[in-house]
């Protein structure tokens, strides 16, 4: 009988040793890791040769796709020059405290009870300190969490390129953003999908620290019912969104920031009407997400031109 790998999560247990082994195959090249990390994931082999799904198209992407700007829009302080770059100073960026080469510069004392600390190259929603009350917080240890996280220098696993020309691993203090209109006050992701400076749809993620739901819209507000995906455990959400009122100011935010390239997944919040901008995210899932059903894989597929990678 034919014999099939075990997720790699499943066989190995802890992140640090997974993380290691893989590591250790710095020296594969590109198209073989992948592939391999791939079928662990998704128990299929991906065509790299003539990519028809969007993660085989996301793999394809990041072993030939180079533009440097890529680079400045990873890392999120640097990323807050370019998103000024494209829409000027209008408010949609979130108020940074601040900027430190390491965790012991950052001035608690001076901060408002509630920040979150990120690191700027994290990934994944990885790296991410959130602090609702300042008085409880253990310092010297959020300190020694926080130094830990930087340098980690993942795209040796994940070969997502955009992540290699990090010139250094800083930290970032911003404000923290609630929703008083959700009921646990988390904020509601907007992730809109956009090819070649088009939105195509926008993915929305609610309850993400209770019982994640992950749902689709197009660019007309029409849910894609029954479509989830990048988190094989998610599931639709029980209620219908309402369309923002400022919906199509949030398409020409997209719009203006993916217009440099062949795919981003441009992340926005909307809290009370005032945009706010999350991330750029050129390889969501870094390409191993599944999707239901698997037809929308290929979907996406369709919208991502190779011919503008091999272009370049």
């Excluded at 590591?23 to 592939?35: E, H, I, Q, R």
């Excluded at 128990?43 to 030939?64: A, C, D, G, V």
């Excluded at 300190?129 to 926080?146: C, E, F, G, S, T």
């Excluded at 809109?192 to 739901?213: A, K, L, T």
């Amino acid at each position: 009988s034919q014999i099939h790998l075990m997720n790699i999560k499943s066989l190995i247990a802890s992140q640090k040793v997974r993380h290691f082994l893989m590591k250790s195959c710095f020296w594969l090249p590109d198209n073989l890791m992948l592939s391999i990390q791939y079928y662990l994931i998704s128990h299929r082999w991906p065509n790299l040769k003539s990519p028809t799904r969007f993660t085989e198209k996301i793999q394809y992407y990041k072993m030939y796709y180079r533009n440097p700007v890529m680079l400045q829009c990873v890392d999120k302080f640097a990323v807050r020059r370019y998103v000024e770059e494209k829409m000027g100073n209008n408010g949609i960026l979130n108020k940074l405290y601040q900027v430190c080469n390491s965790a012991n510069e950052i001035e608690f004392s001076v901060l408002p009870n509630q920040f979150v600390v990120k690191t700027t190259d994290g990934g994944n929603g990885d790296n991410v300190l959130i602090v609702k009350d300042k008085k409880n917080l253990d310092i010297p240890r959020a300190i020694r969490l926080i130094n830990s996280w930087r340098n980690k220098k993942f795209y040796v696993v994940s070969r997502e390129w955009a992540y290699k020309g990090a010139s250094k691993s800083q930290i970032i203090v911003e404000k923290f953003l609630e929703d008083e209109t959700v009921a646990d006050n988390t904020l509601i992701d907007y992730k809109f999908y956009c090819f070649s400076g088009e939105p195509y749809v926008c993915q929305i993620i609610s309850d993400r620290f209770s019982n994640e739901h992950i749902d689709f819209y197009d660019m007309d507000w029409n849910r894609l019912h029954g479509v989830v995906g990048l988190n094989a455990k998610a599931t639709n959400s029980p209620i219908e969104f309402q369309k923002p009122k400022n919906f199509e100011r949030m398409i020409d935010v997209a719009k203006s920031l993916s217009t440099d390239f062949p795919f981003v997944r441009v992340d926005l919040y909307n809290i009370n009407g005032a945009i706010y901008f999350g991330e750029l995210t050129f390889y969501p899932a870094s390409g191993y997400g599944s999707f239901k059903p698997d037809s929308f894989d290929f979907e996406l597929g369709k919208l991502f031109d190779l011919a503008k990678i091999q272009n370049l």
